[in-house]
């Protein structure tokens, strides 16, 4: 089944302990993106990758940091988390073939930072 | 970088029909989406357009107009479970989908 997997689903943390939320897709995409949610602000996207080791900023990218050593996985990394880090985060795929086909989504990490 | 707007709520009555818009300004175009999410879920794939018309997809249809920046999902025949926040995203240079704010549509009886 092709599918994009988050791990994990949900996650209470304290300030200032790293943590790394996992992404991987199983559909052999180029680009794979991490974006958050909060409320009344819609989805913002944090960094994105076209490939493997090329990864851009997005629009809110401060306090974040990503890696893409492998086609499959595009981990996403806060080194110090912040209260304002408390958010729904979803990591999308999609492929180069068609340009612009539809992005696929993973089941969300809701993520709260103390 | 892009620029997307679209109204924040909409209501509307089981069984009519409803028409989402969405402007947009971006440097670059690969395409327009529009996906739907339910509360505390993942967004689904609703539609994509590239070239300027409408594309249909059973109840719900896609608007795309390009010298415009203009985008509008027509959802027919609503139900209850339309009820959800609809996402207009557009495809710029990079071809990774930046996203508008979202319309919440609540459909009543």
């Known amino acids: 089944e092709a599918q994009v997997t988050q791990n994990p689903r949900y996650l209470i943390t304290v300030t200032g302990k790293k943590l790394t939320v996992t992404c991987s897709q199983n559909?052999?995409?180029?680009?794979m993106s991490w974006y958050r949610q909060d409320p009344g602000l819609g989805l913002r996207q944090i960094y994105y990758?076209?490939?493997?080791?090329?990864?851009d900023k997005g629009d809110v990218p401060e306090g974040y940091k990503v890696s893409r050593k492998e086609k499959r996985n595009f981990p996403l990394i806060l080194e110090s988390p912040s209260p304002n880090q408390t958010s729904l985060y979803f990591c999308?795929?999609?492929?180069?073939?068609?340009?612009?086909?539809?992005?696929?989504f993973g089941q969300g990490t809701r993520l709260t930072v103390v | 970088g892009q620029n997307i707007d679209q109204p924040t709520e909409m209501t509307a009555t089981e069984g009519a029909i409803v028409q989402i818009n969405c402007t947009y300004q971006?440097?670059?175009?690969?395409?327009l989406f529009w996906y739907q999410q339910h509360a505390g879920e993942a967004p689904t794939f609703l539609s994509y357009?590239?070239?300027?018309g409408l594309e249909e997809k059973g109840r719900f249809s896609s608007f795309l107009s390009r010298s415009k920046g203009y985008s509008y999902l027509l959802l027919k025949e609503l139900q209850m479970k339309d009820s959800a926040s609809y996402l207009c995203?557009?495809?710029?240079?990079?071809?990774?989908?930046?996203f508008g704010r979202g319309t919440s549509l609540i459909v009543h009886p």
């Open positions: 559909m052999n995409h180029e680009y």
């Open positions: 990758s076209m490939n493997v080791e090329v990864t």
């Open positions: 357009n590239v070239l300027d």
């Open positions: 999308a795929s999609s492929s180069s073939t068609d340009g612009g086909t539809e992005a696929f």
């Open positions: 971006t440097s670059g175009f690969n395409g």
């Open positions: 995203a557009v495809a710029g240079g990079s071809y990774i989908p930046t």
